[in-house]
């Protein structure tokens, strides 16, 4: 019979098959693999070698608890890894910028971005904003026909309110002042530098842009801050099942460490039982100890030290 393998039969190969199995990952909180792809295998070998060295294991029994201890301090090590970076992004705060990017603007528009974004009860008097309308339509018109001349000295006059606004703009944050002190001409230092100009010109206009437009950018920024309160209420409860998950590692690391304990307390009971049961056994019957050997030798030698002496004395009498 013929098989047709028609479609994906999936890899082959070892390694292929191992790959394959972690397709599903996402977390590894529930993972039962030891080491996940994104981990050091060297790192897991050094953390092995510590483990063994510390705790010295004597027999089989001994060894297969303690690579169940190694193994539950190594997750244990990888959730609470994951949690505090987790708990960090949650801390962050939502930043201006990043809102500004969330409502669709880009570039250094975004990076401008006022703090009052993310305040969406910010409000802004009417007559504050006609201004900034005004100093808008002018930047348009300058940057359509006048942009890039070598001194805006020149014409600054046809612009008077966008660089009025702007001198004061830039007085606010201690800059040099852009006028001299009469208004009648551009102060020399500003007139040497039309690119220095053009920039704060472009920055000044964001800043009146988003005057300008902040009512009609309330709407999507109120739909904006709930989603992202929503998102960090749901990163949050996965911090909180991470959290549990990391507290039962702990709590099955401590048992299997309590276990060994245990294990090699006990042996050592038993090596010190026997110990001293071989000390109060009687010896064995045709033994002799060393006190009774001593003994033994002792006493042959004062017998025949009496029987030298008898014969010493038997020869005195007879020669007297």
């Known amino acids: 019979m013929i098989k047709s393998n028609q479609g994906q039969t999936g890899p082959k190969s070892i390694p292929g098959k191992k790959n394959s ?3 599903a990952l996402k977390t590894g909180l529930f993972a039962k693999s030891t080491i996940l792809p994104f981990e050091d295998v ?3 070998k050094k953390h092995n070698k510590q483990v063994l060295i510390s ?6 029994i001994e060894q297969a608890i303690v690579q169940q201890i190694t193994d539950s301090l190594w997750r244990g090590a990888r959730l609470e890894l994951r949690s505090t970076i987790k708990r960090n992004e949650v801390i962050k705060q939502l930043s201006p910028q990043e809102l500004a990017g969330l409502l ?3 570039g250094k528009r975004q990076a401008r971005a006022p703090d009052y974004l993310i305040t969406p009860n910010h409000q802004i008097p009417k007559k ?3 201004l900034p309308k005004k100093c808008l339509q002018q930047f348009d018109h300058l940057v359509k026909n006048v942009k890039g001349v070598a001194n805006y000295e020149v014409v600054w006059q046809q ?3 966008l660089f009025t606004a702007l001198h004061y703009w830039l007085k606010v944050d201690g800059r040099v002042d852009l006028f001299r002190s009469d208004f009648t001409a551009l102060n020399l230092a500003w007139q040497q530098r039309p690119r220095l100009i053009e920039e704060h010109l472009e920055t000044f206009n964001d800043h009146c842009w988003y005057l300008v437009h902040f009512k009609e950018l309330r709407p999507q920024i109120r739909n904006w801050m709930a989603s992202w309160y929503f998102l960090r209420a749901r990163e949050s409860q996965s911090i909180m099942q991470a959290d549990d998950l990391l507290v039962k590692e702990r709590r099955h690391c401590q048992s299997l460490l309590d276990t060994y304990c245990k294990m090699r307390k006990s042996t050592q009971e038993h090596v010190l039982f026997r110990q001293r049961c071989l000390e ?3 010896p064995p019957a045709g033994t002799e100890t060393t006190s009774e050997k001593d003994r033994s030798s002792e006493v042959p030698d004062s017998k025949d030290q009496k029987l030298e002496n008898e014969i010493q004395n038997s020869e005195v009498e007879s020669v007297t």
């Open 42 to 44: 060297t790192q897991y």
């Open 104 to 106: 669709g603007i880009v």
């Open 21 to 23: 199995s972690m397709n």
């Open 280 to 282: 109060t056994l009687p």
């Open 55 to 60: 705790l010295s294991p004597e027999n089989a």
């Open 159 to 161: 612009y008077q309110q």
């Open 128 to 130: 504050d904003l006609a």
